[in-house]
């Protein structure tokens, strides 16, 4: 083991910089041509197509005028199947052009199913339709791209209704037409027909997100919900989702002595969004407790358990996870006792929206180890998730989301992907590994704990995103078995709890020191991105790349202090900044030592590269729910180039030639290179391909040893590097906009880590000069005074 002197010490803060104005600014740049793609049927095939389709309108003109004579003033709308190669952007505005009339977009949503939904008014429009469809040759490419059209009619899960039980209490969405006069005078048709018939019952209506309203119903039998069926507005109707706490644990029937808040020393803060705080951490609790509910239908226990963990989950382990020793709470009881009140997803959600707005100006971290039982779509976000993600944006903070647990461990059946909630964007989802192994447990220490849901995300998005100590399980005689993690009940008594609602409290712990620690202003971005840089995997994990990224997210975070300072051999750079339509960031100057050439004249070291963007998001758009998406690419070319702006398609002056993006998998060997430094090894490496856009936060960690062969040419000194990121917009919101006047960008942070894995190259102070001398403007992150450095932390 290399002894380090006084000068390894891992003091160094991490550095921001900026783009230079002018210098580093880019504008984007057309492309393309007008050639039809392969797929465009042509001659008899393209005819049968036009007359399977002009059929297809034909059977559902009855429907849509039944509909539209019950109903008048209210649009029907019809559904056209999309086939996959056609789901690119570059053809949605053809599909925009063929279902409008008179320049009135009609196109109103995306299904998760791929189909386009669009607005009918009146009968004529189907005429029109039809016409089109007839003049086949003109519109070969829509007629082309269109498996089917059909009506749409209500999405309809029923509830199942027990013999104890008379009423079911459904959730319905009605359409946003994108017109709010003609939006409201639909709802007030709806309660109309709700309350003309005695079958129905309209409980509440809750705000979900700026434009989306869910309405509470109950129902008092199945085949009534049929008569809802031709009111053209209803969107779908499904079972209200009830909260649910999936846990197990034990009492050692000991009790524990909890530290008192030192009155000279500042702490962290954290909103704890759960079933209460009790007595026995009273002196950390700031302000009275917010609640709806009478004290008598409370149970503090979770509450006060998670709370615990967040405080002094190292203290209870004995081990130094977070390095957080007190942590500030505001208490938020925002569900009841389950076994005295039913808590549905709509009261769930008024109650968080109503407890951070609460607060939102002074607190920014929120803990939410609660959630819905029921486990995402593939290809559509959940109604819960995307409420959080309204209500984080609409209070600017950040909350900390538990995956979710499952019991298919018990029947031997694999982990369920993440529960309703756990799929918000702007939120960081936590899942649970194993923090020790007993002998009948079934997760070895380290690994994916056996109840911890897992991912991907709706539409393939890495969620959870990353990893903590939530407990393990396995058989002990057949019987269940809990090696669970340790906090405290609301009487003071140790437990010990497994679940994935107890390593998330850890996550908030991290992230509240964090923003503690940095006197920076608050910034969820930020945030998100210097912990998701942190995460690496457990060293016993050997699973493929894509099994982590589903099970551990991008892996355990590490402690706040690690987080923001280097040692002398490595450099850590921020890029925030905001990326408008139409521009892009080119820095051809990006600061990459000289010092890290090796004897052979090729660029040696770690590059570790992580984005986290804020994605425009849009409601009812199914899969394409993220509506814009950031590209990083980072790089080496041979020189700058002059331009000729005079050309139609060139709008920069300054070019490169030569350019290779070295954040591309295809160019390391799939083995280990030789000579690669022990301590960067395969279940470290996470070099991740985004060929599927719009994942909101990506990550690469690549070893330049790691080249084959072959590609060793592209960092060969004199090579200069370049750092590149570039938007991307889908063609609903780019209508959206215009129609709003709306100009449109994304927030965004981009952290890069050099590394010298030999640890021999100042690569800190030869950044930080490079910086200088290409005139970037940068600094040290911003931290408290009184920060405590230890100068040995564990070697990557």
Request: glycine letters at 6%; hydrophobic letters at 35%.
């Amino acid at each position: 083991m290399e002894e380090r002197g006084n000068g390894s010490q891992r003091n160094l803060p991490i550095r921001v910089f900026e783009k230079r104005q002018q210098v580093d600014e880019r504008l984007t740049e057309g492309g393309g041509n007008d050639q039809p793609p392969k797929w465009v049927l042509q001659g008899e095939e393209l005819q049968i197509r036009s007359k399977l389709l002009q059929t297809n309108v034909s059977s559902v003109k009855e429907n849509i005028e039944r509909k539209l004579t019950k109903f008048s003033y209210i649009p029907a709308v019809i559904k056209a199947k999309i086939s996959d190669q056609a789901l690119a952007k570059s053809h949605r505005s053809d599909f925009v052009q063929f279902f409008n009339t008179l320049k009135q977009d009609k196109i109103i949503g995306f299904s998760e199913n791929h189909e386009l939904l669009i607005r009918i008014d009146k009968l004529a429009q189907l005429s029109e339709i039809t016409q089109k469809l007839n003049k086949f040759e003109g519109n070969a490419k829509i007629i082309s791209s269109i498996e089917s059209i059909d009506t749409f009619d209500p999405i309809i899960e029923l509830s199942p209704v027990g013999p104890e039980k008379e009423v079911s209490v459904y959730r319905i969405q009605l359409f946003d037409y994108k017109d709010t006069l003609l939006n409201k005078k639909i709802f007030e048709a709806f309660k109309q027909l709700l309350s003309n018939n005695n079958h129905f019952r309209l409980v509440k209506s809750v705000k979900y997100t700026d434009n989306v309203e869910m309405h509470r119903v109950i129902v008092d039998s199945a085949e009534a919900l049929e008569e809802l069926e031709d009111f053209q507005a209803i969107m779908a109707i499904e079972p209200m989702p009830r909260m649910e706490v999936v846990e197990d644990d034990f009492f050692d029937g000991s009790t524990t002595q909890i530290p008192l808040p030192i009155s000279d020393i500042s702490y962290p803060i954290v909103g704890v969004l759960d079933s209460g705080i009790a007595d026995v951490l009273k002196p950390w609790v700031v302000g009275n407790r917010y609640t709806n509910y009478p004290l008598d239908r409370l149970n503090s226990d979770h509450g006060s358990f998670v709370s615990g963990i967040i405080g002094f989950g190292d203290l209870f382990e004995g081990q130094s996870y977070t390095g957080v020793n007190g942590c500030h709470f505001v208490d938020c009881a925002i569900f009841p006792d389950r076994n005295k009140e039913t808590l549905y997803e709509d009261d769930l959600i008024d109650n968080v929206r109503e407890a951070i707005e609460k607060y939102s100006d002074r607190i920014k971290i929120w803990n939410m180890s609660i959630g819905m039982g029921y486990e995402v779509k593939h290809f559509e976000f959940s109604k819960l998730g995307m409420a959080l993600d309204n209500i984080q944006d609409e209070n600017d903070v950040l909350i900390i989301k538990s995956a979710g647990n499952c019991r298919n461990f018990l029947s031997g059946n694999p982990n369920g992907r993440i529960a309703g909630g756990a799929d918000s964007v702007r939120a960081l989802t936590v899942g649970s590994i194993a923090h020790s192994e007993f002998p009948t447990d079934i997760a070895r220490k380290n690994h994916l704990s056996p109840f911890s849901r897992i991912g991907p995300g709706p539409a393939s998005i890495i969620k959870p995103d990353l990893v903590h100590y939530g407990g393990n399980a396995g058989f002990h005689n057949n019987n269940p078995s809990y090696n669970g993690v340790s906090s405290i009940l609301s009487d003071g008594r140790k437990a010990v709890k497994v679940g994935t609602s107890f390593s998330t409290p850890r996550i908030s712990s991290i992230a509240a020191d964090l923003n503690h620690k940095m006197k920076e202003d608050f910034d969820p971005i930020l945030l998100k991105c210097l912990i998701l840089h942190s995460c690496k995997y457990p060293i016993e994990v050997t699973a493929s790349i894509n099994d982590k990224l589903n099970e551990l997210g991008f892996g355990v975070p590490k402690a706040a202090n690690e987080i923001l300072f280097n040692d002398p051999y490595e450099i850590t750079l921020i890029l925030r900044d905001t990326l408008h339509k139409g521009d892009f960031i080119e820095i051809l100057d990006f600061p990459f030592p000289q010092s890290l050439v090796d004897q052979s004249g090729h660029y040696n070291g770690q590059i570790f590269v992580t984005m986290v963007n804020h994605p425009i998001l849009e409601n009812g758009q199914a899969s394409e729910y993220c509506q814009s998406n950031l590209e990083v690419k980072l790089g080496t070319y041979d020189q700058k180039k002059q331009r000729d702006i005079t050309k139609r398609t060139i709008r920069n002056e300054i070019g490169r030639d030569g350019g290779h993006n070295l954040l591309r998998a295809s160019i390391y060997s799939k083995k280990k290179a030789q000579g690669a430094h022990k301590t960067f090894s395969n279940t470290e490496k996470m070099l991740v391909q985004y060929g599927d856009k719009f994942y909101p936060n990506k990550k690469y960690v690549l070893d330049l040893s790691e080249l084959t062969p072959g590609n060793k040419k592209y960092i060969k000194s004199p090579k200069s590097w370049y750092l590149k990121v570039e938007g991307l917009y889908r063609d609903f919101i780019e209508r959206t906009a215009e129609r709003s006047r709306m100009p449109l960008s994304q927030e965004f942070c981009v952290i890069i880590t050099i590394r010298d894995p030999q640890r021999k190259t100042p690569v800190y102070t030869d950044v930080t000069r490079l910086l200088d001398n290409f005139n970037f403007i940068h600094r040290n992150i911003q931290v408290e005074q009184n920060i405590q450095i230890r100068g040995d932390l564990s070697s990557e």
